[in-house]
């Protein structure tokens, strides 16, 4: 049997001092090449799992394990398996789009030769090439989403976590980001994402779990959950199942 992409068993996790989104005996498991949506409103603790999954936060409590390996052993050579697309941008600003990938490209692992092809590939494929030497800092915040992108792929990962890899950007990169994720998906590669582009994520994932509070309170095909709670699209079961109130409230 193939191992999953992603398989939490038992999380526990809080943050210390403060009474925000905390885990309790947390189950979930991802299968290998899903397109897999996770959603909740705002303190749900979406980017907190997101966090414990790619290693930026340590679990208290249970296991966490990607594509078969334990996140708390095997720390280099899990990270080589996945890519991360954190909201905030994760570049340096002074360089050019070469010299992010290159310097991104070797801290993955990847030989001199392979950066460059990689760095050729990735820039034409997400309209960068024109602006391949220009100063990062200059750019448009559609830009530097696409370029986000490259460095979180650069190095083929085989799972990719993203975390609103498309706010604020304009509708045409906003399509041009989700073909590629599907294209990658087709390739193999599965999709952990988040956002609150709610017609954009119902476009995007086959399978999605949302959160409330730390706890999962829908998880399934999500053509099956719309049918169950007989809603016509994501926002409506997000709803459904959340509640009206504003949900904002957690400092």
Same mark, same amino acid.
């Given at each position: 049997?193939?191992?999953?992409?992603?398989?939490?068993?038992?999380?526990?996790?809080?943050? @210390?001092?403060?009474?925000?989104?905390?885990?309790?005996?947390?189950?979930?498991?991802?299968?290998?090449?899903?397109?897999?949506?996770?959603?909740? @409103?705002? #303190?749900?603790?979406?980017? &907190?799992?997101?966090?414990?999954?790619?290693?930026?936060?340590?679990?208290? $409590? #249970?296991?966490?394990?990607? /594509?078969?390996?334990?996140?708390?052993? %095997?720390?280099?050579?899990? *990270?080589?398996?996945?890519?991360?697309? @954190?909201?905030?941008?994760?570049?340096? $600003? $002074? !360089?050019?789009?070469?010299?992010? !990938?290159?310097?991104?490209?070797?801290?993955?692992?990847?030989?001199?030769?392979?950066?460059?092809?990689?760095? &050729?590939?990735?820039?034409?494929?997400?309209?960068?090439?024109?602006?391949?030497?220009? %100063?990062?800092?200059?750019?448009?915040?559609?830009?530097?989403?696409? +370029?986000? +992108?490259?460095?979180?792929?650069?190095?083929?990962?085989?799972?990719?976590?993203?975390?609103?890899?498309?706010?604020?950007?304009?509708?045409?990169?906003?399509?041009?980001?989700?073909?590629? /994720?599907? $294209? /990658?998906?087709? *390739?193999?590669?599965?999709?952990?994402?988040?956002?609150?582009?709610?017609?954009?994520?119902?476009? +995007?994932?086959?399978?999605?779990?949302? +959160?409330?509070?730390?706890?999962?309170?829908?998880?399934?095909?999500?053509?099956?959950?719309?049918?169950?709670?007989?809603?016509?699209? /994501?926002?409506? !079961?997000?709803? *459904?199942?959340? #509640?009206?109130?504003?949900?904002?409230?957690?400092?």
């Amino acid at each position: 049997m193939n191992p999953l992409a992603v398989d939490i068993e038992n999380l526990g996790f809080s943050y @210390p001092g403060q009474s925000g989104v905390s885990f309790s005996h947390f189950n979930l498991k991802i299968a290998v090449a899903e397109r897999f949506g996770l959603f909740g @409103p705002n #303190g749900a603790g979406k980017t &907190t799992l997101m966090y414990l999954m790619t290693g930026l936060l340590s679990l208290r $409590e #249970g296991s966490i394990r990607i /594509l078969g390996n334990d996140t708390k052993r %095997q720390n280099k050579s899990v *990270n080589r398996l996945f890519g991360f697309i @954190p909201q905030d941008f994760s570049f340096y $600003e $002074e !360089l050019s789009p070469v010299e992010n !990938l290159e310097f991104f490209g070797a801290w993955s692992g990847l030989h001199r030769k392979e950066i460059r092809k990689r760095t &050729t590939e990735l820039l034409e494929i997400l309209g960068l090439t024109e602006v391949r030497n220009k %100063q990062v800092r200059k750019f448009s915040g559609g830009m530097k989403r696409r +370029l986000n +992108l490259a460095i979180g792929v650069i190095h083929r990962p085989r799972i990719l976590f993203l975390d609103e890899p498309t706010v604020g950007v304009d509708v045409q990169t906003r399509v041009a980001i989700i073909n590629y /994720l599907k $294209e /990658l998906n087709k *390739n193999g590669t599965t999709l952990v994402y988040t956002s609150h582009q709610l017609s954009e994520a119902e476009d +995007l994932c086959e399978k999605i779990a949302l +959160l409330d509070e730390g706890k999962i309170i829908a998880h399934d095909d999500l053509t099956k959950l719309l049918a169950e709670h007989r809603q016509e699209g /994501l926002e409506g !079961l997000f709803l *459904n199942l959340t #509640g009206k109130n504003y949900r904002d409230y957690h400092v």
